[in-house]
């Protein structure tokens, strides 16, 4: 049983443009979304986060949004640079757990091309 | 500071044989976790601890075993090694945070499994 889905296992994007990494979640009962990045061989780091009070939220070049409706939140990075270039992984969070206790995605592999 | 430190870095087991993954912290975390990754999966929770003498069941801990003895160490244990538990394991650690959340999960490097 997949609670949180990333259906696209690799997008790519040329640097300078936009890309949008997508999560689609079946447990209307998380309350806390975060977006980990991996580079190989070392664990993932965190990106961004977001309450389920919110829909949207802002770091720099990274934005996550959240459509609690669709059961949906997704990631947006622009400018995309190369070193953006990892595996990212969104991650639900059930309530009581204070954001504890990740379910993670599947993960998306960006390539970002110079 | 190193963060979450995780030995070894890689490990062959033959079927049947036991090992102890290790993961230390010296971030003064109160809690930790085990999680294992699969190829193609995300990362899936074995078993966490909210402090020392505290440890509690995740999604995927049968064939597991951990203990908190002290803040900083959060060893897991295979006792019978199965290849269904050749993957990935990554160690993290968090800290309550000041509002509702606890921060962020701070992850390990990661041991990498194979069961032969």
């Known amino acids: 049983d997949q609670q949180v889905k990333q259906n696209s296992p690799s997008l790519s994007v040329q640097e300078g443009r936009i890309s949008i990494l997508n999560c689609d979640y079946t447990?209307?009962?998380?309350?806390?979304f975060l977006w980990y990045k991996k580079y190989p061989a070392e664990g993932p780091t965190f990106l961004i986060s977001i309450s389920s009070i919110k829909d949207k939220n802002e770091d720099g070049r990274f934005t996550v949004f959240l459509n609690k409706s669709a059961k949906h939140l997704s990631l947006h990075i622009v400018p995309s640079q190369p070193g953006d270039s990892a595996v990212y992984f969104c991650?639900?969070?059930?309530?009581?757990?204070?954001?504890?206790?990740?379910?993670f995605g599947e993960g998306t592999q960006l390539t970002v091309n110079p | 500071n190193a963060g979450v430190t995780q030995t070894p870095k890689f490990r062959i087991l033959k079927i049947g044989q036991s090992m102890t993954l290790q993961c230390t912290q010296d971030m003064n975390h109160n809690y930790m976790y085990w999680y294992r990754q699969d190829p193609g999966m995300g990362l899936k929770l074995i078993y966490y601890s909210v402090g020392a003498g505290i440890t509690d069941k995740g999604e995927v801990p049968n064939g597991y075993n951990v203990s908190r003895s002290t803040t900083e160490d959060f060893p897991l244990r295979l006792e019978l090694a199965a290849p269904s538990q050749t993957s990935v394991y990554f160690c993290?650690?968090?800290?309550?945070?000041?509002?509702?959340?606890?921060?962020?999960?701070?992850f390990g490097n990661g041991t990498r499994l194979t069961v032969t």
């Open positions: 993290a650690s968090s800290y309550p945070g000041r509002g509702q959340y606890n921060s962020p999960l701070h």
């Open positions: 447990n209307s009962m998380f309350d806390y």
């Open positions: 991650a639900a969070s059930p309530p009581g757990t204070s954001g504890s206790r990740l379910t």
